[in-house]
């Protein structure tokens, strides 16, 4: 009887491995996605800007920052959501690892992982390049809309 044990307890093993594999090699996959999207994000942005400015008619710098600030919103949201995943994948990667550890009375010395929440997938220290992005745009329609800007709460 002992031997079906163990024999339970290695096909749990297996199974548990091979999940784990399977989890970390989508973490890896989901991690360089969020690296292409901040490589994507930046060329497209200077296509963008470079097409915008040689119209024939000038474009105006509000026009630019608007234009600008949405596909960068629209980056940093996919890649937040890809942040997301990963460090869901990693929570559940974690999830099995202390059940091979219980089920071999190993004692867990790591703490426990985070939960994993939308809000720290949106601002977090890899977002950096979109709230860059974004800051700059606001600043730039301050400074281009200012006299408005003035004049509407001088009144």
């Known amino acids: 009887m002992p031997d079906n044990i163990d024999n339970k307890a290695k096909c749990a093993d297996e199974i548990d491995r091979a999940a784990i594999d399977q989890i970390f090699e ?3 996959q989901i991690s360089n996605q969020c690296f292409e999207y901040k490589k994507l994000c ?3 942005l200077g296509v963008i800007v470079a097409a915008l400015l040689k119209i024939d008619t000038p474009t105006s710098f509000t026009t630019i ?3 600008v600030m949405v596909i960068g919103i ?5 890649d937040a959501i890809a942040y997301f995943y990963q460090k869901k994948n990693r ?3 974690d999830k099995i690892t202390h059940k091979i550890q219980d089920r071999h009375l190993i004692e867990c010395t790591d703490e ?3 939960p994993v929440c939308w809000y720290a997938a949106i601002l977090n220290i890899s977002m950096v390049l979109y709230m860059y ?3 700059s745009c606001i600043i730039v329609l ?3 809309n200012w006299p408005k800007l003035t004049a509407y709460f001088v009144k």
């Not at 629209?74 to 996919?78: I, R, V």
């Open 142 to 144: 301050l400074y281009d």
């Open 26 to 28: 989508s973490t890896l």
């Open 133 to 135: 992005i974004s800051l």
């Open 112 to 114: 426990p992982s985070k």
């Open 91 to 93: 929570s559940v990667m």
């Open 65 to 67: 920052a608007i234009v």
């Open 74 to 78: 629209g980056f940093w949201l996919c």
């Open 42 to 44: 930046v060329t497209v």
